[in-house]
Protein backbone atom coordinates (compact mmCIF):
# COMPACT_ATOMS: atom_id res chain seq x y z
CA UNK A 1 0.00 0.00 0.00
CA UNK A 2 1.19 3.59 -1.14
CA UNK A 3 0.64 6.53 0.88
CA UNK A 4 0.85 9.72 -1.13
CA UNK A 5 2.80 12.72 0.23
CA UNK A 6 0.91 15.65 1.43
CA UNK A 7 1.73 19.20 1.60
CA UNK A 8 4.05 19.41 4.54
CA UNK A 9 2.15 23.02 5.13
CA UNK A 10 -1.23 22.87 4.61
CA UNK A 11 -1.67 18.86 4.81
CA UNK A 12 -3.16 18.86 1.06
CA UNK A 13 -2.62 15.77 -0.68
CA UNK A 14 -0.21 15.50 -3.89
CA UNK A 15 -3.09 14.64 -6.39
CA UNK A 16 -5.30 17.29 -4.36
CA UNK A 17 -3.08 19.73 -4.77
CA UNK A 18 -2.02 18.79 -8.90
CA UNK A 19 -5.95 18.79 -9.51
CA UNK A 20 -5.89 22.54 -7.79
CA UNK A 21 -2.96 24.18 -9.75
CA UNK A 22 -5.22 24.72 -12.65
CA UNK A 23 -7.94 27.18 -10.33
CA UNK A 24 -4.94 30.26 -10.67
CA UNK A 25 -5.27 30.62 -14.31
CA UNK A 26 -8.78 32.59 -14.21
CA UNK A 27 -6.49 35.25 -12.02
CA UNK A 28 -3.15 35.00 -13.43
CA UNK A 29 -0.50 32.76 -15.32
CA UNK A 30 0.87 29.70 -13.12
CA UNK A 31 4.49 29.97 -12.94
CA UNK A 32 7.07 27.10 -13.67
CA UNK A 33 9.17 28.58 -11.38
CA UNK A 34 6.55 28.17 -8.58
CA UNK A 35 5.45 24.38 -9.58
CA UNK A 36 9.59 23.01 -9.45
CA UNK A 37 9.82 24.37 -5.81
CA UNK A 38 6.36 23.32 -4.26
CA UNK A 39 7.00 19.63 -5.50
CA UNK A 40 10.70 19.94 -4.07
CA UNK A 41 10.06 21.93 -0.67
CA UNK A 42 6.18 21.56 0.23
CA UNK A 43 5.95 17.59 -0.60
CA UNK A 44 9.57 16.59 -0.47
CA UNK A 45 10.17 15.09 -3.97
CA UNK A 46 13.28 14.67 -5.72
CA UNK A 47 14.47 13.23 -8.84
CA UNK A 48 11.90 10.83 -10.91
CA UNK A 49 9.04 11.40 -8.04
CA UNK A 50 9.38 15.18 -8.32
CA UNK A 51 9.87 14.59 -12.29
CA UNK A 52 6.42 13.35 -12.08
CA UNK A 53 4.98 15.83 -10.04
CA UNK A 54 6.22 18.47 -12.28
CA UNK A 55 4.67 16.48 -15.53
CA UNK A 56 1.09 15.83 -13.58
CA UNK A 57 1.23 19.57 -12.67
CA UNK A 58 2.43 20.83 -16.14
CA UNK A 59 -0.66 18.31 -17.92
CA UNK A 60 -3.10 19.41 -15.95
CA UNK A 61 -2.58 23.16 -16.56
CA UNK A 62 -2.63 21.83 -20.36
CA UNK A 63 -5.98 20.24 -19.95
CA UNK A 64 -7.77 23.57 -18.72
CA UNK A 65 -6.82 25.22 -21.62
CA UNK A 66 -3.20 26.92 -20.83
CA UNK A 67 -0.17 27.49 -23.05
CA UNK A 68 3.47 27.31 -22.23
CA UNK A 69 4.74 30.75 -22.36
CA UNK A 70 7.48 33.72 -21.84
CA UNK A 71 7.05 37.39 -21.03
CA UNK A 72 6.87 39.15 -24.10
CA UNK A 73 9.34 42.30 -25.01
CA UNK A 74 6.52 43.95 -27.11
CA UNK A 75 4.52 47.24 -26.01
CA UNK A 76 0.96 45.62 -25.12
CA UNK A 77 2.16 42.11 -25.60
CA UNK A 78 1.95 40.73 -22.19
CA UNK A 79 2.98 36.95 -23.49
CA UNK A 80 4.65 35.13 -26.12
CA UNK A 81 2.97 31.61 -27.20
CA UNK A 82 5.66 28.60 -26.81
CA UNK A 83 4.69 26.52 -29.76
CA UNK A 84 8.15 24.51 -29.84
CA UNK A 85 7.23 22.31 -27.23
CA UNK A 86 4.92 20.05 -29.06
CA UNK A 87 1.27 19.71 -29.19
CA UNK A 88 -0.22 16.83 -27.49
CA UNK A 89 0.22 17.45 -23.40
CA UNK A 90 2.61 14.21 -22.80
CA UNK A 91 4.62 15.73 -25.63
CA UNK A 92 5.00 19.62 -24.37
CA UNK A 93 5.38 18.07 -20.55
CA UNK A 94 8.30 15.82 -21.54
CA UNK A 95 9.88 18.71 -23.67
CA UNK A 96 9.73 20.84 -21.20
CA UNK A 97 11.17 18.69 -18.45
CA UNK A 98 13.86 17.88 -20.77
CA UNK A 99 14.82 21.47 -20.81
CA UNK A 100 14.68 22.44 -17.42
CA UNK A 101 16.54 19.06 -16.86
CA UNK A 102 19.20 19.99 -19.43
CA UNK A 103 19.58 23.03 -18.01
CA UNK A 104 20.48 22.28 -14.61
CA UNK A 105 19.30 25.17 -13.42
CA UNK A 106 15.68 25.81 -11.52
CA UNK A 107 13.20 27.57 -13.09
CA UNK A 108 12.75 31.30 -12.64
CA UNK A 109 10.05 34.02 -12.92
CA UNK A 110 11.75 35.12 -16.13
CA UNK A 111 11.21 31.97 -17.53
CA UNK A 112 8.33 29.67 -18.58
CA UNK A 113 4.67 30.46 -17.23
CA UNK A 114 1.42 28.91 -18.53
CA UNK A 115 -1.79 31.34 -19.40
CA UNK A 116 -4.71 31.01 -20.34
CA UNK A 117 -4.89 33.05 -24.36
Not at 8 to 24: A, H, M, V
Not at 87 to 95: G, M, P, Q, T
Amino acid sequence: MSIEPVDKYFGIPLSEWIERTPNELEIDAVGFWQIVPIGRDSFGLEDDKLNDFVKRSIIALLEKGAVPVRPSTNEGEAWRVQRQYGSKHDEVAANIITEWLDSGLDPDHDGLWFALI
